[in-house]
């Protein structure tokens, strides 16, 4: 690893205009996994860290907390999983939030990362991370992934690169119709959650759309409608110390004893967070059955194409659309 100073600025313009002057060489700090991570593994060498929680003033409050605003909640970018995943104020609205913060990686973890770095991590691919490997995700000619150990792959969206997203947060906040708010200090601008990954057949050197210097300050989730609720299901080969080899963020209202506003995203089966249209047409205004939820699941991997190792992948996550269905509407499960 590499030696680096660590920067601490107290305003949020200060911060940004460091990154900017020299994005090859400065990286923003938050709670540090991933970033200390890539250090460690010689993927990265910035010669500057600059520290966010150094950020005062009104902002900087702002960036640590969980607020409640006219239009929804504002979470706040340097909140933490464990804060998030503990914060019951959200109600079951929300519940997928919370569930899949609480999910995540380990306790000890969950303490330091925050929710901006959780959507920013880089993928988990082991070719990507393994150092000596120029794949294309490195500036190198070919995605390794394609014709070799791809079981943790992507199944939905993939190529040229065929990672998977590895934010746990992600899904659910595409289910949510989240918004980042990214600002340099001198000027903000609001990205819909899905807008702010990056596919790779756009660039397969990155997986989000902020420029240098833009600092996530708070992603923001729209006030719920009436009767609403969500949750969030997740496969994982082993309990903790672990990513999903595939999750399910659901949300939806039940009013009249039908679904209206239904979202479903899933996660770990493409390069960015996927929705799944196809599967909320289905549900859309409908009664909730064991026959519905079945028909939604084969429409949200309809489109599915696996590699050589990870076919599996497909009836996982219908089984875990499924699974996440029964439990936001109650209906029991099949026998
Ligand atoms: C054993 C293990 C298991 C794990 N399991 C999971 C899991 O199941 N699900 C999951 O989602 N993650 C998992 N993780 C990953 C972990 O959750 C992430 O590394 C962590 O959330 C990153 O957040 P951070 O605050 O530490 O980000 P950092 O490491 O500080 O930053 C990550 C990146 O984001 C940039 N950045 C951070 N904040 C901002 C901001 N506000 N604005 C602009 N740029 C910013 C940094 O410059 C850096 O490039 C696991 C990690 C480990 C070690």
Not at 160 to 171: N, Q
Not at 240 to 267: F, I, N, Q, T, Y
Request: aromatic residues 6%; glycine residues 10%; neutral net charge.
């Amino acid at each position: 690893m590499n030696r680096f100073t660590l920067v601490r600025l107290p305003t949020l313009e200060a911060a940004s205009l460091r990154v900017a002057k020299a994005p090859q060489t400065r990286r923003f700090r938050a709670g540090g996994i991933d970033l200390l991570d890539q250090l460690k593994e010689g993927l990265d060498a910035p010669d500057e860290l600059v520290e966010l929680r150094a950020v005062g003033g009104e902002i900087g409050e702002a960036m640590r907390g969980i607020r409640e605003q006219s239009g929804g909640w504002s979470l706040g970018s340097l909140v933490t999983l464990a804060q998030l995943a503990e914060f019951e104020d959200i109600g079951v609205a929300f519940a997928a939030l919370r569930e899949a913060a609480g999910s995540a990686a380990t306790p000890g973890i969950r303490n330091a990362a925050t929710l901006g770095g959780n959507l920013l991590q880089r993928p988990r691919c082991w070719y990507y991370r393994h150092v000596d490997l120029e794949c294309l995700k490195k500036g190198g000619s070919q995605c390794f992934a394609l014709t070799g150990d791809n079981r943790y792959h992507a199944i939905l969206g993939g190529g040229p690169s065929f990672i998977v997203h590895p934010s746990t947060l992600a899904a659910a906040l595409v289910a949510h119709d989240a918004t980042v708010v990214v600002s340099t200090g001198a000027a903000e601008r609001r990205i819909p959650i899905a807008e702010l990954f990056v596919l790779p057949t756009v660039d397969p050197l990155r997986e989000h759309a902020l420029k240098p210097g833009e600092i996530i300050v708070a992603i923001e989730v729209p006030k719920p409608g009436a009767d609403q609720r969500s949750t969030y299901a997740a496969v994982k080969e082993k309990a903790s110390h672990d990513w999903p080899l595939g999750e399910v963020a659901v949300r939806a209202r039940l009013a009249g004893g039908k679904m209206s506003d239904v979202r479903v995203a899933l996660g770990h089966v493409a390069p960015i967070p996927w929705r799944a249209p196809a599967a909320e047409a289905v549900l859309e205004g409908q009664a909730p059955s064991a026959e519905l939820f079945a028909k939604a699941a084969a429409a949200a991997v309809a489109k599915a194409k696996p590699l050589e190792h990870n076919g599996y992948k497909i009836p996982l996550v219908a089984g875990l659309l499924r699974e996440a269905l029964h439990r936001l509407t109650a209906v029991p499960l099949p026998e």
